[in-house]
């Protein structure tokens, strides 16, 4: 059984008011990911999104709230780790530092803060910005893994300005280690297995295989990393996948393969930031060792739907657990294309 790129196209039919009030059919496809099989509704709306506002004051309002992840107040309020798991409390990498989050999200889980600014626009992240704050996540996944033998999950994660979620201006990663998956990673794993043992070989590389066959989404190959849009957004606008083609885990993660990472990373940056976006989510979801996974993120672009300030999620995704996508990936991705050239070969 091979890759399945299956969508099923529908209609809605409505006496229009933009056209006279005549029949008129409104198109969507409901698409089901090619791993998981979770399905995905799919629009094709004419949205732009809002105007970005600006941020000065956002901005000021939350150094008045004295941050803790600034420098004069990281080492005071941050909390630390017990000396038998990390010497110190805290690990630090450069202009880097990792310490325990108070939000307990997992046995193990840990808030990175990377650089002293406490305010750095979307499109001026570069690799060598991220890179120390990726060195102590992994640092931290490294520990945690030699610490604990039951953990078998382990994620990192950003929330980047409001919109994503994220109730802090300063830029930083969330680290979660744990026994229990998340539901998004336990069903990537089953289904992993499942294909691993049906067919004798990874979803994974059948999957680059089958995009690369295609040709209507992916993206470019840096190092061992292989870059698409996803079939199956789980956003409003769609997302980009990453996957790395031969690390099994983030206890495995090394510097080419992390290197690559932040070059797309970057990239996929800057093209939200040319189109006028500027949040956004990342993840990337790794399990222990195993033969049939392979460790994969997802970006994620977040959005205000209109000036009165409502949020890209509702009951469809928050309660029926059900993305839908106002734009196909398949109609941006000449444009994503092109700023992953620029960013890498200019």
Request: proline share 7%.
């Amino acid at each position: 059984m091979g890759i399945s790129f299956k969508k099923i196209k529908d209609v809605m039919r409505l006496k229009n008011p933009l056209k006279g009030f005549s029949m008129d059919e409104i198109p969507f496809e409901i698409r089901y990911d090619s791993l998981t099989e979770q399905t995905t509704r799919v629009f094709d709306l004419p949205y732009r999104p809002v105007a970005r506002p600006d941020f000065s004051e956002l901005i000021r309002k939350s150094k008045e709230m004295n941050c803790p992840f600034c420098p004069e107040s990281i080492e005071k309020v941050t909390p630390l780790y017990s000396e038998e798991i990390i010497q110190g409390g805290r690990i630090h990498v450069g202009g880097a530092v990792l310490f325990p989050n108070l939000l307990p999200l997992d046995r193990y889980a840990g808030v990175c803060i990377f650089g002293s600014d406490h305010f750095i626009a979307l499109g001026d992240f570069t690799p060598d910005i991220m890179r120390d704050g990726f060195i102590a996540a992994r640092t931290f996944v490294d520990i945690i893994a030699r610490h604990d033998p039951d953990v078998h999950f382990f994620s990192i994660n950003w929330n980047y300005m409001p919109p994503s979620g994220s109730s802090m201006i300063h830029p930083h990663l969330q680290v979660n280690c744990g026994q229990i998956p998340t539901y998004q990673s336990r069903l990537q794993m089953e289904r992993s297995h499942d294909y691993f043992v049906r067919n004798g070989t990874t979803f994974w590389e059948a999957y680059v295989d089958a995009e690369k066959k295609s040709g209507e989404r992916d993206l470019i190959e840096i190092g061992p990393t292989f870059w698409t849009m996803s079939f199956a957004p789980q956003g409003a606008l769609p997302d980009i996948w990453c996957i790395f083609r031969k690390c099994r885990s983030l206890v495995e993660w090394k510097d080419e393969e992390q290197d690559a990472f932040l070059q797309g990373l970057g990239a996929s940056l800057r093209y939200f930031d040319q189109e006028g976006l500027y949040s956004f989510n990342v993840s990337i979801f790794s399990g222990r060792e195993n033969d049939h996974y392979r460790v994969n993120a997802r970006i994620t672009p977040r959005l205000l739907l209109r000036e009165i300030g409502n949020s890209d999620q509702t009951y469809y995704q928050v309660l029926h657990r059900e993305p839908s996508s106002i734009r196909p990936p398949e109609s941006v991705r000449e444009k994503v294309l092109a700023v992953f050239k620029k960013s890498l070969f200019c």
